[in-house]
């Protein structure tokens, strides 16, 4: 099985559900694993070549006015990925009717994330009234499609409602597709009696190999070089705070 998010389309491996661990172009709303877009950029700079797009080859926009401008584009062409985008940032704005309208575009041509969204805004009452019946239903849109984290949440909800038969079973669904976060709820379960030997283990086995078919050398490489990257931010603020408590001693 694989999720909603396929396969890059230039190593043509499964996408991590880590949404970290690739990036989403705007000019053509594909999706890249940080592995191929590491090694091009690593390409890129040793030849001295102007940055683009790896999957259509634009080239790489010069500044975030540039990028909105792109992205928007995109949007007024009926690209539900480009409108899924600009509805999660209207949405990290705290602007909630916008989140909506965007996210409610994307799921009417079908994209699964924005369905997901639409769940957590009616489940949050953030710019929109609570409406428990709306969550169900744009959940169950997004777990038909192989959302992991939409399964996962299915799940929640049954096992809310006192109904741990169906529950995990959901959480089985998503663990098989490689969902950290269910598989750790089944390690419990089955603590308690709720998951039999034989469908944890297949669960476990399905989990690992799901998790290893988005793996590759060079993802590898690229993680640990984002990581390095993380421990240096992490100093440097280290650094700035310790600076101004100096200041102020």
């Known amino acids: 099985e694989s999720t909603h998010l396929g396969d890059c389309p230039i190593c043509f491996l499964p996408l991590p559900i880590d949404n970290d661990k690739s990036n989403m172009m705007a000019c053509c709303s594909k999706t890249i694993c940080n592995g191929c877009d590491r090694a091009n950029q690593i390409r890129e700079v040793e030849g001295k070549l102007l940055r683009k797009c790896l999957f259509c080859r634009t080239a790489a926009p010069k500044?975030?006015?540039e990028a909105a401008r792109i992205q928007m584009?995109?949007?007024e062409v009926n690209d539900p990925v480009a409108m899924r985008r600009m509805g999660?940032?209207?949405?990290?704005?705290?602007d909630y009717?916008?989140?909506?309208?965007?996210?409610t575009k994307a799921t009417a041509l079908g994209d699964v994330g924005a369905h997901f969204h639409l769940s957590r805004m009616y489940h949050e009452g953030k710019g929109v009234e609570m409406n428990e019946k709306k969550v169900w239903h744009h959940l169950e849109e997004a777990a038909i499609k192989g959302h992991p984290k939409a399964r996962h949440n299915l799940g929640c909800l049954e096992a809310g409602n006192g109904r741990a038969d169906r529950a995990v079973k959901h959480w089985i669904i998503a663990a098989k597709l490689g969902f950290d976060g269910s598989?750790?709820?089944?390690?419990?379960?089955?603590?308690?009696?709720?998951?039999?030997?034989e469908d944890f283990a297949a669960a476990l086995r399905a989990h690992q190999a799901a998790v290893d078919a988005t793996k590759s050398?060079?993802?590898?490489?690229?993680?640990l070089a984002r990581e390095e990257l993380?421990?240096?931010?992490?100093h440097r603020e280290r650094e700035v705070v310790a600076g101004n408590l100096s200041s102020l001693s």
């Open 88 to 94: 999660f940032e209207r949405q990290e704005k705290e």
């Open 230 to 234: 993380e421990k240096i931010k992490r």
């Open 97 to 103: 009717d916008g989140a909506f309208a965007y996210f």
């Open 183 to 197: 598989l750790e709820i089944l390690k419990d379960a089955f603590g308690k009696g709720l998951v039999s030997k």
């Open 73 to 75: 584009k995109r949007i």
């Open 217 to 223: 050398p060079q993802r590898e490489a690229a993680e």
């Open 63 to 65: 500044s975030q006015e």
